[in-house]
C-alpha cells in the first residue's frame, strides 16, 4: 500500500502546478485529454524512463561481471553469452510479434462485433468453452507432434480466424471464436515449451531463463502500447477491420520467423516423442501434475493469480468511470499508463531477484520468495480500491489512489509475469511442459470465471476485496515452495526427499 501512497502523492503534487500559466501552456499543445490523464502519462513515462536507465547502467547480472578479463574461461563464458543473446533475440522476436499482433485484435474486437450487430457474449462465451474443452488434451499434442509445428499450427490458426472475422455471419463468426479457444491454449503453452527445451539443449544455464522470461514481460508491455497506437491508426484508415488485417500481416511474418527454428518434442531422450503415443503424453502429464506437490501447488499459485489479474482487468474500466473524473475517462490514455507499469515491472524484475538472493535467501529460494512478495504487493494494492469504495463518504475523494493502485497492481503483472514463468521451467518436466501448461489452463478458467459472474452479482468493494484475497492465497501458498537447500527441486524432480 506505501507504493500506491507514493504515487497517488504524484499525482496530487502534480495537480497542485494547475496554478502555473507555464503549465497552461504545455497542457494547450497537447491531445484534448484531461488533465489528470497528461499528468498520469508525465509520471508515469518518467518512472519508466528512469526504471530502464538505471537498470541498464546500474545493474549488471553477476555472470557477466568480468567477461573483459582474456582468460580462456572468461572467452569461453563470453562466448556462451553471444550465443545466449542469439537464442534469446530468436525467441523475442516471434514472441514480440505474436504478442503485438494479438494486442491489436484484443484492443478492437468488441467494437467489431457490435459494428456487426451480433450476439457479442455468445460469441465470447465460445471462445472461453472452446479453451477449457481443448486445454486438457491440446498440450500432450504439443508435447508429442513437436512444440515447433504447434507454434506453426498456432500460426495459420491465427490467420484463418482473422480472415474468418471479415464475415459479418455468426456462423463464421462463432467458428472462428472455436478456432480461437483452441489457438489461445497453443499461445500460452508451444511457445513457452519450445523455448525452454531448447535453451536446455543448447546447455545455457537454468539460471538465463529468467533473462528471456523478463525480456518477454518487458516486450509485452511495450507491445501492448504500441498496439493500441497502431490498431488505432488502421482502423481509422480501414475501418473497423483493420487492426485485424494488420494481425494477419504481423502472424505472417511470425510464422516466417518460425519455419527457421529447430524442432523439439516432449522427450527424455531424443527420438522417444515417435515410440510414445498421445494417450500416453496425455495420462503421463495428468500424473505428473496429481502426484507431484511442487508441480500443482505450482498451478494453483499462478491459477489464482493470474485469474485475480483477469478479474481486475474487467474491473478497472467501469471503476474508474463510476467515480466520475473530472473530464472523462480517456481508456486509451490510462490503458498505455498501466502497460507502461507492466514494462517497469519487467525491468525490476532481474534486479529484485538478485536483491532476493544476496540479502534475503539462498539463490535456489529467489524465485519462491520473490514470488511470494509479489503477491502481497498485489494483494496490498487491491486492498486501496476494497476500501475505499467500500466507504461512501470517502469513495468521491479516492480516485487518484485507487488509479496509483491500478498502477501498482500493472506493476506486480509485470513482475509475476517473468517470475511465473522461471517458477513454471524450474518445477515442470521439459517432457511434459506442453500438456502440463495446458492442465494449469483449467483451474485458471474457473477462477476467471468465478471472478467475472462476480463482477455481476457483487458490489465492486466486495470484488476488490475478492481478488486482494486471491492474491494473499496465492502468496501464502507460493510461500510452501520456499524449502531447504536440500529440497531443491531442479526440473521437476526432487533431489531430496
Not at 358 to 383: C, K, R
Request: net charge negative; glycine share 8%; with cysteine.
Amino acid at each position: 500500500m506505501r507504493t500506491a501512497t507514493i504515487l497517488a502523492g504524484l499525482f496530487r503534487s502534480a495537480a497542485a502546478s494547475d496554478v502555473h500559466a507555464d503549465s497552461d501552456i504545455l497542457f494547450g499543445m497537447l491531445p484534448d485529454w484531461p488533465r489528470w490523464a497528461i499528468r498520469l502519462l508525465f509520471i508515469m513515462g518518467s518512472i519508466l524512463t528512469v526504471t530502464l536507465l538505471g537498470t541498464y547502467f546500474g545493474y549488471t547480472p553477476e555472470d557477466e561481471k568480468g567477461l573483459d578479463d582474456k582468460s580462456k574461461s572468461s572467452a569461453a563464458q563470453s562466448k556462451l553469452h553471444a550465443e545466449f543473446n542469439t537464442f534469446r533475440t530468436q525467441y523475442i522476436c516471434v514472441y514480440l510479434v505474436i504478442m503485438l499482433a494479438d494486442w491489436m485484435q484484443g484492443t478492437h474486437m468488441y467494437t467489431l462485433y457490435l459494428s456487426y450487430g451480433v450476439n457479442i457474449s455468445a460469441l465470447f462465451l465460445t471462445g472461453f468453452l472452446s479453451g477449457a474443452i481443448f486445454a486438457p488434451f491440446l498440450g500432450s499434442a504439443v508435447d508429442k507432434f513437436g512444440r515447433k509445428k504447434s507454434c506453426i499450427v498456432y500460426c495459420v490458426l491465427e490467420i484463418i480466424i482473422n480472415t474468418l472475422e471479415h464475415s459479418t455471419n455468426f456462423h463464421l463468426l462463432l467458428l472462428g471464436r472455436v478456432l480461437g479457444g483452441i489457438s489461445t491454449n497453443l499461445l500460452f503453452s508451444a511457445f513457452e515449451s519450445w523455448m525452454t527445451t531448447e535453451h536446455r539443449h543448447r546447455g545455457f544455464p537454468d539460471s538465463w531463463l529468467a533473462r528471456t522470461y523478463s525480456a518477454a514481460s518487458i516486450g509485452n508491455g511495450t507491445m501492448a502500447i504500441l498496439a493500441g497506437v497502431i490498431a488505432q491508426v488502421m482502423e481509422d484508415k480501414l475501418g473497423h477491420i483493420g487492426p485485424f488485417q494488420g494481425a494477419i500481416a504481423l502472424t505472417v511474418l511470425a510464422l516466417i520467423l518460425v519455419s527457421r527454428w529447430e524442432e523439439n518434442y516432449g522427450e527424455k531422450q531424443e527420438g522417444e516423442h515417435s515410440k510414445s503415443s498421445l494417450y500416453h503424453q496425455f495420462t503421463e502429464g495428468w500424473k505428473a501434475t496429481l502426484t507431484d506437490s511442487h508441480i500443482w501447488r505450482i498451478g494453483m499459485t499462478q491459477s489464482l493469480s493470474e485469474g485475480a489479474m483477469y478479474t481486475f482487468v474487467f474491473m478497472w474500466v467501469p471503476t474508474l468511470l463510476s467515480m466520475d473524473p473530472p473530464g472523462g475517462l480517456p481508456t486509451g490514455a490510462v490503458f498505455s499508463a498501466l502497460m507502461m507499469a507492466v514494462t517497469i515491472g519487467g525491468l525490476l524484475f532481474q534486479p529484485l531477484e538478485t536483491f532476493v538472493s544476496n540479502y534475503m535467501v539462498s539463490e535456489s529460494n529467489a524465485s519462491e520468495l520473490s514470488a511470494s512478495l509479489i503477491y502481497i504487493l498485489a494483494a496490498s494494492s487491491m486492498a486501496v480500491p476494497a476500501y475505499c469504495l467500500s466507504n461512501a463518504s470517502s469513495s468521491a475523494h479516492c480516485f487518484e489512489d485507487i488509479l496509483a493502485a491500478f498502477m501498482v497492481i500493472e506493476m506486480c503483472v509485470g513482475l509475476f509475469m517473468p517470475v511465473a514463468g522461471t517458477l513454471r521451467s524450474k518445477y515442470v518436466p521439459d517432457n511434459l511442459q506442453g500438456g502440463i501448461l495446458n492442465i494449469f489452463r483449467l483451474p485458471l478458467n474457473a477462477v476467471v470465471v468465478a471472478g467475472t459472474h462476480a463482477t455481476d452479482v457483487m458490489e465492486p468493494a466486495n470484488v476488490f476485496v475478492l481478488v486482494s484475497g486471491c492474491f494473499l492465497a496465492a502468496a501464502l501458498l507460493q510461500a510452501t515452495l520456499i524449502t531447504k537447500p536440500a529440497e531443491v527441486v531442479a526440473n521437476g524432480k526432487k533431489t531430496n526427499n
